[in-house]
């Protein structure tokens, strides 16, 4: 049986590296097919015709589409190495803190990318808020939000950190600051210095040239 | 079905009777034969103890389970399903567990706000929300084909998810007289939603028909909702004016 695992990724779409990073964090060997978004290969439409989105993990010729599932699949498939906690309460937990990360953090931080001028103060607090209830209710005095060791919600945090981060440049103002979110902030470091991780960053000039690009271009 | 375990397990479930998320949680309990107490929560004036047991949203559902709190309904019918292994609300295989996961979050982030908008639509955003809610229902009539169930011969968690369109948009679209789920559309869909509205997991937690059709007058289209659906649904009216 085909046991190949491919993923479709874009090299700026956030989600692409909480898949990578799950995968590389499992020694899992994978292709990585890179897909050109304005120009979708029919194989991608065929994998994703409901969203056409990346990221699309492949495995024995079977895709596998959203991120989150995605995730929640390669757990179940290489249990080794978990990147999620075996008792149901602490997985609901960091359940928990995985959804407010791909829901309330992705907002807020579209927002604050989006908006103009006028509001993007008001977004950028919006954006600190979100984050202080994270440092001090999911991370609070741990290490890493997984605990002495980096898990999924590791990963989904710091892909959004990764994108805090481009977008303060792109925009202009600093929300994660070490005054501010001390203990976020010394995670941020801590995390990037995990091997993996360290080797598998998006490259940050190109990410703000990029993004600079998109803002004052949506088109 | 008495309670499983060797000493009486404490499940309780804050609720409130419309809300199709608490809903799920009700279902899936049911199916596990899990005897829980519910308590009705009064949305404009929350209890401390829901304050208390989810502090970042404070909205229900939240399942408290021998003193401990989940909150967010999808997080809750995978602790169900993990906590309490009989009849299982997920497949075994891995690849058809994601399957039925993609097609939960779809009804949850696509179905369901569509078809909420044409309740709440004024009469120059009808067309347009209702064109939006044929097309998701034409995604999700799709992907049911033959099969009886999603989840194939017994409910499972994407029926589950889809209880708002299984029997209460039903009822609200009757009331409203509002043309969006129809058997000439979606004849699989109806039949899904005749059979499922049947089965006695869901028959147990109904909310009554005339107590449902009382909370949507025709008066309410266009106007406020309860704040419990509102904020979950402002980033869903929201959306960025670009995606990345």
Redesign the interface.
Known sequence: MDKEVKLHGFWSSPYVYWVIWALKLKGIEYDYIEEDLPNKSELLLRYNPVYKKVPVLVHAGKPISESPVILEYIEEVWPHNPLLPKDPYERSVARFWINFATDKVRSALLSFFWEGEDGKKEAAEQMFDLLKISEEQALGDKKFFGGNSINMVDLIFALFTCWIQTTEQVVGIKVLEPSRLPRLHAWVNNFKEEPIIKENLPDSERMVEHYTRIRSNPN | MSSRGSKMEEVKLFGYWVSPFCRSVEIALNIKGIQYEYIEEDLTNKSPQLLQYN??YKKIPVLL?NG?P???S???L??ID??WKNNPILPED??E??RA??WA??VDQKCFPALWKTIWSTSEQYEQNKAEALERLK?LENELGGKRFFGGDSIGMVDIVANFIGFSFRTIQEALKLDVFTEDNFPKLWEWAENFANCSPVKKCLPPQDKLIANFPPAYMGKTLVSSFQSRLQ?QFHP???A?
């Open positions: 502090p970042v389970h401990k989940i909150v967010e999808m997080v809750i995978e602790y993990e906590t891995p690849f567990k994601a996961r993609f979050n779809f995604v980033l960025p004016a670009a990345k």
